[in-house]
């Protein structure tokens, strides 16, 4: 079924609506009121909103640069009742990634490069790297890992008490020994 609409262009105004794109997947729907941070220096525009942790930028330069994109972008609405397509003209469209962003409370917490590896890894990262975490983690040696460690402990600071012990028999039989050849001389 075809319907035919008329088309209106409506002219671009100074602050022409922004196109934004989700590459990794949009946030869930359910966040309507998602707010963006839009900064401009000159010609060049950052977009930034954040939601449920997650950090998302977007810019029109550098190497998403209008300049490298030669397409023309429009937000067409159409109006059912009136059988009206209305094309507004937009500007670059910015392709918004999650960004990893450390925050004054993430500097506080001081978290290892490790931990925090181990944690985008979990997060964003292919079930390849995941695997290759899982077997570092596994080959990793620690005090779980060994089984009788106290045992083992326990022997070795009997041992060294044994050796502490025959060193200081050895050592008085020694001052008796010498004790002995100080007599036998004098």
């Known amino acids: 079924m075809s319907t035919e609409a008329t ?6 105004p100074v602050d022409a609506p922004l196109l934004v794109s989700f590459p990794q997947g949009a946030p869930d729907t359910a966040t ?12 060049n525009v950052l977009v930034k909103t954040n939601h449920n942790s997650i950090y ?16 023309q ?36 917490l001081s978290i290892s490069s490790a931990t925090r590896r181990e944690t985008l890894t979990n997060e964003f990262g292919s079930k390849k790297k995941k695997r ?14 060994i089984s009788g460690a106290t045992e ?22 020694e001052k008796i020994v010498q004790k002995s050849k100080k007599k036998s001389r004098g």
């Open 7 to 12: 088309i209106t262009i409506v002219e671009r």
């Open 32 to 43: 309507t009121g998602m707010k963006f941070s839009i900064l401009k220096r000159k010609q």
């Open 56 to 71: 998302f930028k977007g810019t029109n330069f550098g190497e998403h640069s209008s300049k490298k994109n030669c397409h």
């Open 73 to 108: 972008y429009a937000v067409a609405v159409f109006n059912p009742k009136t059988n009206e397509l209305k094309l507004h003209p937009c500007n670059h469209p910015f392709i918004l990634r999650p960004q990893v962003e450390t925050t004054v409370e993430q500097a506080k």
């Open 132 to 145: 290759a975490l899982q077997a570092a983690k596994s080959n990793t040696i620690s005090a779980e890992n």
């Open 152 to 173: 083992l402990k326990s022997n070795l600071f009997a041992d060294v008490r044994e050796v502490e012990a025959k060193a200081d028999l050895i050592e008085a039989a």
